[in-house]
């Protein structure tokens, strides 16, 4: 073989082993991944405000349609608008008519049918139920008389707001006519019909001596108490009291006498002579 050849073979060995080299790697297959070496899918951001029109089927967005509904009907009512209403124009007049079929059969079948506020004619159509049926300021001074004359207390203030139309307007003309008083629980106003033939008229120094004393943190032991201090003793007969129970007497006791039988008595006189015959 030429040397020359030889020379230049020997060379490019000491080249090609001086060189370094990089060796491609194949692909692994998706199917052997371990979860660790599977690429992370990037999270999207929560949006902040929910899109109840997308998601129309939920309850939530049905009961904002539901409650939407009924306060659109309170507030027609408070204004005098109480002619009924069929659900697509309840629907159109609070700017609802995009809502799904499955919320309207909802809203027909369950939710206005079964709401305290919603009351449905015979027409199938739906108007506002209010706590009380009065239409202006005479009919709410003719139910104050009723429950006054039939002892069933007062009213609530909420509830007559909710009844009447154009209320404030009507309870100032009946400014004379009612009494207001504050429930202590939740102070909540109660409106009584102000009956000016049980007024009574009092002198002004009992008025003076009834608003000197305080009896807010006094029960009745200690008013009686007082009471007796002042030589006054009405309320031994007033008030409720409490039930003696009767005392018991002791049974006698009584000797216990022989008695003798009772049988054959009607057969002495026979018993008798047979005993002397013998």
């Known amino acids: 073989m030429d040397p020359a050849l030889l020379r230049e073979r020997e060379l490019f060995k000491k080249r090609a082993l001086s060189t370094p080299t990089v060796e491609k790697k194949k692909p692994k297959d998706d199917s052997f991944l371990t979860p660790k070496d599977e690429p992370k899918k990037k999270s999207k951001p929560p949006s902040s405000a929910p899109n109840y029109k997308a998601m129309s089927g ?15 009907m309170k507030q027609r009512h408070q204004e005098g608008d109480d002619h009924p209403l ?30 305290p506020k919603i009351e449905v004619n015979n027409e199938g159509k739906y108007i506002f139920k209010a706590p009380y049926k009065i239409k202006d300021k005479k009919g709410l001074l003719r139910l104050l008389r009723q429950h006054d004359l039939k002892g069933l207390g007062g009213i609530m203030l909420e509830d007559v707001q909710e009844s009447l139309p154009h209320c404030e307007k009507a309870l100032k003309s009946l400014q004379n006519e009612i009494i207001y008083i504050a429930r202590p629980i939740d102070k909540k106003k109660i409106m009584f019909y102000n009956d000016r033939a049980a007024t009574l008229g009092l002198d002004e120094e009992f008025q003076k001596l009834w608003r000197s004393v305080a009896v807010e943190s006094m029960d009745d032991q200690k008013i009686e108490e007082y009471l007796e201090k002042q030589g006054i003793r009405s309320m031994q007969d007033h008030g409720l009291k409490k039930p003696v129970a009767p005392k018991r007497k002791k049974p006698v006791q009584r000797k216990r006498q022989f008695k003798k039988p009772r049988d054959n008595e009607h057969l002495a006189d026979v018993l008798e002579t047979y005993d002397n015959d013998k």
């Open 86 to 115: 069929t659900l697509e124009e309840i629907l159109d007049e609070t700017n609802q008519l995009d809502a799904g079929s499955k919320v309207k059969q909802w809203l027909q079948t369950e939710a206005l049918a079964n709401n």
């Open 58 to 72: 939920s309850s939530q967005y049905k009961f904002s349609v539901l409650a939407k509904i009924v306060k659109y």
